[in-house]
């Protein structure tokens, strides 16, 4: 257990619904990083937070992601209108600093119908 | 985007043998990182470096900056050494943003 919690651990959901994960960091830790691994492959970025701004989202994040962290301290990750392309495991890491090391949350695994 | 490629993709040896992970990566960074997954577990951060060697147990890190190349061994490897073995470089460069990572190296060490 590296202190970074996720909820739910799994979700199954049909295809054109809504989902929303949650993370909660170790609670000092400024930054906050959502990635997303697909079955046989390393771990995408997708985006991260300094404290409640987020500072950067990759190509992989579209419209229908959206990541919040309102007080800087847990965050959320909404994907509208699910695909099953969306089916994966979404995983959160936290850190304490700019470049420090990242302890990873089990991770959310989604199964798109 | 920092691309990162690792070698080998999977490897299998006997207990005992020294295992050498290889990864590389297209865009200077400030600091490397290695990660260990088992089936079905969570991701487990093992070391992050920038410059020569880190040792931590049977697991040596090192580091070239100039060659944007870094290796993983493992010394008297085990059966539960047996996991996915993960490099991470910073998604730009630099190292103030999230990570970009390596497909993963599948070990598995036979008794």
Same mark, same amino acid.
């Given at each position: 257990?590296?202190?970074?919690?996720?909820?739910?651990?799994?979700?199954?959901?049909?295809?054109?619904?809504?989902?929303?994960?949650?993370?909660?960091?170790?609670?000092?830790?400024?930054?906050?990083?959502?990635?997303?691994?697909?079955?046989?492959?390393?771990?995408?970025?997708?985006?991260?937070?300094?404290?409640?701004?987020? =500072?950067?989202? &990759?190509? *992989? $994040?579209?419209?229908?992601?959206?990541?919040?962290? %309102?007080?800087?301290?847990?965050?959320? +990750?909404?994907?509208?209108?699910?695909?099953?392309?969306?089916?994966?495991?979404? =995983?959160?890491? &936290?850190? *304490? $600093?700019?470049?420090?090391t990242?302890?990873?949350? %089990?991770?959310?695994?989604?199964?798109? +119908? | 985007?920092?691309?990162?490629?690792?070698?080998?993709?999977?490897?299998?040896?006997?207990?005992?043998?020294?295992?050498?992970?290889?990864?590389?990566?297209?865009?200077?960074?400030?600091?490397l990182h290695w990660l260990?997954?088992?089936?079905?577990?969570?991701?487990?951060s093992l070391f992050m470096l920038?410059?020569?060697?880190k040792?931590h147990?049977?697991l040596?890190a090192?580091?070239?900056?100039?060659?944007?190349?870094?290796?993983l061994?493992?010394?008297?490897?085990?059966?539960?050494?047996?996991?996915?073995?993960?490099?991470?470089?910073?998604?730009?460069?630099?190292?103030?943003?999230?990570?970009?990572?390596?497909?993963?190296?599948?070990?598995?060490?036979?008794?």
């Open positions: 257990d590296t202190g970074v919690s996720q909820n739910p651990r799994h979700k199954i959901t049909k295809r054109g619904q809504n989902v929303t994960f949650r993370c909660d960091p170790i609670s000092e830790h400024n930054r906050l990083y959502w990635y997303r691994q697909t079955l046989g492959q390393g771990p995408e970025f997708l985006t991260y937070f300094q404290n409640e701004a987020q =500072l950067e989202k &990759s190509r *992989l $994040l579209s419209d229908r992601f959206s990541a919040e962290r %309102p007080k800087g301290s847990f965050s959320t +990750l909404e994907i509208q209108r699910t695909e099953q392309g969306d089916s994966a495991m979404y =995983l959160c890491a &936290s850190s *304490l $600093l700019t470049g420090e990242q302890y990873f949350g %089990p991770g959310t695994r989604l199964l798109v +119908l | 985007k920092n691309e990162v490629e690792q070698s080998p993709q999977n490897l299998t040896a006997q207990e005992g043998e020294f295992i050498t992970i290889n990864c590389s990566y297209s865009v200077g960074i400030s600091a260990q997954q088992h089936p079905g577990g969570g991701i487990v920038s410059s020569g060697k040792k147990g049977r040596i090192t580091i070239n900056i100039q060659e944007k190349h870094s290796s061994h493992i010394t008297a490897s085990h059966p539960r050494d047996s996991a996915v073995y993960i490099c991470a470089a910073p998604y730009s460069g630099g190292g103030a943003d999230g990570l970009t990572f390596g497909k993963g190296t599948h070990l598995i060490i036979q008794p």
